[in-house]
């Protein structure tokens, strides 16, 4: 394909995203099916473009304030991943002068919404939090993340899928957190791969792998999963527990439990049971009351810990929504709450990088239930972290570098995870 039309792709599916009707990835997948024309390479160069875009929008929409030609053609120049000879090949005079000026133009005489290009709302909450990393922070938020995966324990072990992947040219290395995953150096197609086909592993961010291990489920338990989803954190809790037990997947959406059941049955496993609820005050909940040796509230969330692979996210939340947001995560862990038994484990966690979803909803469940007591989560952690050669004290280390306080807390920057939170609470006997 010509290069100036590949560009025109670029920009016409730019004028779909940016006006963030709908999820990026949504809007990118229907304009490929319209579009069937585009090959494999054409697709990933004009998806990579529009990530690119909305991961700099704030720069790039700066740079775009001058030069020949439409907005968004503009910001599929700036944003174009492919060869810069290539992209040459599209350009006017015009245009190439243009763009060698912005190349020229040094951050220096930038502001600093320009530079780290994040909603303004949303600075100061992560300055507080994270101080002189702040930079970093947003550096690595726009980096695309890498790709994790989770090794089936019930099926598979971790150094076999790791020698089965080498042995299709995929590169793999250990996770140094979760005992279960393997990182790739690159983003490979895995879907027909046997040992994919066969239930070996699934696609899981390592900080996720750990809110299934912190929740510590063991065989012949009833566990709950509280906001299942498609249902990630299911199956590797399912895995813990060795198919023995009982394991109910709860969400409000049956669409998304859905989606658990192709994963379930490459699973291999047959101690889960799905159930589509209608809020979290559902009477199959009810009758659930003080009966759960653990609970996992995964709760709905802001998702900004997940940035790096949703950068459209940052763009289409709204400071006024959190209020919404905060009160609904309240409700759901109440509720969840009761189904824990006596000596129960219930862990609260989100995906979210904001204080507000995160300590605060947190403090105020704690605050009004002294019936549950705060596990502090890194002596958890060290039981479950692999072991590299480290003694007691360096892996105790190891475990507190992922806390703040008594809760989990895993940064893009710090830990190459997404951003997660997590805090967990026994029930008194």
């Not at 990530?51 to 030609?69: H, M, N, Q």
């Amino acid at each position: 394909m010509h290069p100036n039309a590949l560009i025109d792709h670029a920009a016409q599916l730019l004028s779909r995203v940016l006006t963030f009707n709908h999820p990026a990835d949504g809007v990118v997948a229907r304009y490929f099916r319209e579009n069937k024309n585009l090959g494999p390479r054409e697709r990933h160069t004009v998806s990579e473009t529009v990530y690119a875009v909305l991961r700099f929008k704030t720069r790039f929409e700066l740079l775009a304030r001058s030069g020949p030609g439409g907005r968004e053609r503009k910001l599929a120049i700036l944003g174009f991943s492919g060869s810069s000879d290539f992209l040459a090949g599209a350009l006017k005079p015009q245009e190439a002068e243009w763009l060698a000026h912005c190349a020229s133009a040094g951050e220096a005489a930038m502001m600093d919404m320009h530079r780290h290009n994040l909603p303004v709302w949303m600075v100061p909450n992560l300055k507080a939090q994270v101080a002189d990393g702040f930079d970093a922070l947003a550096e690595t938020l726009n980096t695309p993340a890498p790709l994790d995966l989770r090794v089936n324990t019930f099926k598979s072990k971790r150094e076999d899928v790791r020698k089965a992947l080498k042995a299709h040219g995929i590169s793999a290395t250990n996770t140094p957190y979760s005992p279960w995953g393997l990182r790739l150096s690159a983003n490979p197609s895995l879907t027909r791969l046997p040992e994919y086909e066969q239930g070996a592993f699934e696609v899981q961010d390592e900080g996720s792998q750990l809110l299934a291990a912190l929740l510590g489920a063991k065989r012949g338990e009833m566990v709950a999963d509280f906001c299942a989803g498609a249902g990630g954190k299911t199956l590797a809790i399912g895995a813990m527990m060795r198919s023995t037990g009982r394991l109910y997947a709860f969400d409000t959406s049956a669409h998304r439990l859905d989606g658990l059941k192709p994963r379930l049955a490459r699973s291999g496993l047959s101690n889960v049971q799905t159930a589509a609820i209608t809020n979290e005050r559902d009477d199959r909940v009810k009758r659930l009351s003080h009966k759960m040796d653990r609970v996992l509230v995964d709760a709905p969330c802001s998702g900004t810990g997940t940035i790096r692979r949703n950068p459209d996210l940052k763009w289409r939340l709204k400071e006024a929504e959190l209020a919404e947001i905060t009160a609904l995560q309240s409700r759901i862990l109440a509720s969840a709450a009761q189904m824990v038994k006596p000596g129960g484990r219930l862990v609260y966690a989100t995906c979210s990088l904001l204080t507000q979803e995160n300590e605060a909803v947190a403090d105020a469940f704690a605050a009004a239930h002294p019936d549950f007591e705060a596990l502090p989560v890194a002596p958890l952690l060290q039981n479950v972290l692999p072991n590299q050669g480290e003694t007691g004290d360096e892996l105790a280390a190891k475990a507190e570098k992922l806390c703040a306080g008594n809760c989990l807390r895993l940064w893009p920057h710090l830990h190459q995870t997404d951003g997660f939170f997590a805090a967990v609470w026994q029930r008194r006997a």
